[in-house]
């Protein structure tokens, strides 16, 4: 575990001192400390249940009650978590580093939450909602906050048929509006990978994007990832320490 007087921890916030342009990249790592749990960690089960019934278009053709009765259930304990402060601490540096961008594979909105600048959701929001047939009334997707809805799945209100969640499912493209803007963020001098497994393609490419492109890459995670041993400065422990410990040195 990375300790305060790690020279790990030392040498980051050296780093971080110059000001120089700052990325990150994060997982579900960071929100486990918040009380919403990761599924690599649960030996693949997402919530006790195999993201392949939950998250991918079939399963949604399948069950699409099912698959709604799982993701309203996230929405509504989600409004009972709160950032905790390693998304503090990126928020802080978000406010501090004129050059900072955060792109997240989370679907929580607790970077937002806690206030964080330029955050580039790869993977889609719990908040954000579309329509299954994507009639063209309807945009791409939006924000709906309703908790519960009143009936699953709920009904799209530009054509009648039915809503799905506004996430991004295993086996679905990234938005390439995103896709640019994240690519874009690994031109920098350093990037962070933090609380992600890193086996979630494409995101986890970004990381050795980022590397051909000359940035120090600076890995958090309490367990090895397959990055890990590609990676400049491997920071052994949970990110909300870790974070503390840097930003407590930066003063
Ligand atoms: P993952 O579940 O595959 O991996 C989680 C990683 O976090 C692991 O490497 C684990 O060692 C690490 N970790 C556990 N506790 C940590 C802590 N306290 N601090 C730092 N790291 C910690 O997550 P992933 O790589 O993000 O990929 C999973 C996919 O599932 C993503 O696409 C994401 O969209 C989705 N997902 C999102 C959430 C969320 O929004 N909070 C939660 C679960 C899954």
């Known amino acids: 575990m990375a300790e305060p007087s790690d020279p790990l921890v030392r040498e980051v916030a050296l780093l971080l001192e110059k000001k120089p342009r700052i990325s990150v990249l994060t997982g579900a790592g960071v929100s486990a400390a918040s009380g919403i749990p990761t599924f690599r960690d649960a030996q693949g089960l997402w919530e006790g249940v195999p993201p392949e019934d939950v998250a991918t278009p079939q399963a949604f053709a399948r069950n699409p009650g099912f698959v709604w009765r799982f993701y309203d259930e996230r929405r509504r304990r989600l409004l ?79 054509c009648g048929g039915s809503l799905r969640p ?42 050795f994007q980022a590397q051909r492109h000359g940035a120090t890459v600076i890995e958090i995670n309490p367990e090895k990832t397959p990055a890990s041993s590609r990676v400049d400065l491997f920071l052994q422990g949970n990110s909300e320490i870790v974070l503390d410990r840097i930003e407590a040195l930066l003063g």
Do not use: M
Not at 177 to 188: L, P
């Open 80 to 158: 009972e978590c709160h950032p905790n402060r390693g998304h503090e601490v990126l928020a802080a540096w978000s406010r501090r580093y004129p050059d900072f961008s955060l792109i997240t594979q989370n679907v929580d909105g607790l970077h937002e939450l806690a206030g964080t600048a330029n955050v580039t959701r790869f993977h889609g929001s719990l908040w954000d909602v579309g329509c299954w047939e994507e009639c063209v009334a309807s945009p791409h997707r939006w924000r709906d906050e309703t908790v519960p809805f009143p009936s699953l799945p709920p009904v799209c209100p530009y």
């Open 166 to 207: 506004g996430v991004v499912w295993f086996g679905e493209g990234i938005d390439p509006h995103v896709v640019q803007k994240a690519e874009a963020a690994t031109r920098c001098d350093l990037f962070f990978t933090i609380g992600t497994s890193a086996v979630v393609f494409p995101a986890a490419d970004l990381i």
